[in-house]
């Protein structure tokens, strides 16, 4: 590998490290927004959405200049492809974060209630998967990577175990109807924001090993 090449690259990953910790904090906030049922924050979540857009073009027109002057190959090849689709998914992941926003802002319009449902726990193990799948790509380890595609069924599990408790709920207290789909849909973006911490543990096996393991989850 070129100097110049080794230099792009890890400009890349610092990039993307930047972008995961933004998006990172951005879904933290909007989950906190909801539990606190604080408007202002939730709106501040969405004011920031802008600037992931515009590290996520920085970040592909980077990825494009490394493919057009340096041609890369092997595993250099397979980390720019890597990113490219890595990049998409951390776009996406602050696309949700604005999603659990906007619930933040109309649940905090909603009659106090108390929330029924563990969402910062469902939170905290989509954030554990999303950091471990960003280390794994930085340290290129399939190990840790394939252990991340193995915890998405748990996030799944929470997921429909809300949607039960959200319908049982329905059922006892139909005038908590708005509220509690609302609960529901934030359960959902981050069950989706699970499956895009998934999809960059993909991308990390496939960088690292050059297996594709998109239609059969690796063992851990």
């Known amino acids: 590998m070129s100097v110049h090449l080794q230099r792009a690259i890890e400009q890349v990953k610092k990039d993307i490290l ?11 906030e ?8 604080d408007a202002e924050l ?10 992931i857009d515009r590290r996520e073009v920085d970040v592909e027109e980077d990825c494009l200049k490394i493919l057009a002057l340096h041609q890369p190959v092997a595993i250099d090849l397979r980390f720019i492809v890597s990113a490219l689709k890595i990049n998409n ?10 999603n659990v926003a906007r ?12 929330i029924p449902f563990d969402i910062s726990g469902m939170w905290r193990k989509t954030q554990a998967m999303l950091r471990d799948s960003i280390d794994a790509l930085v340290n290129l380890n399939g190990t840790l990577a394939a252990e ?29 109807v708005r509220p509690l789909l609302r609960l529901l849909a934030v359960s959902r973006n981050l069950e989706r924001i699970a499956d895009c911490a998934t999809n960059i543990a993909e991308d990390v096996i496939y960088m690292a090993e050059g297996r594709i393991v998109r239609h059969h989850r690796p063992e851990p």
């Open 103 to 114: 619930k933040a802002v109309a649940f905090a319009d909603e009659p106090s209630m108390e």
């Open 148 to 176: 991340v595609c193995a915890r998405d069924d748990e996030i799944d599990r929470i997921k429909h175990d809300i949607r039960v408790g959200v319908e049982d709920q329905i059922r006892r207290e139909p005038e908590r």
């Open 89 to 98: 998914d951390l776009e996406r992941i602050g696309d949700l974060a604005v």
């Open 42 to 51: 939730a709106k501040q979540v969405e004011g920031r959405d802008e600037e």
């Open 18 to 28: 930047a972008l995961c910790g933004i998006v990172e904090e951005q879904v933290q």
């Open 30 to 37: 909007a989950v906190r927004a909801l539990l606190e049922r």
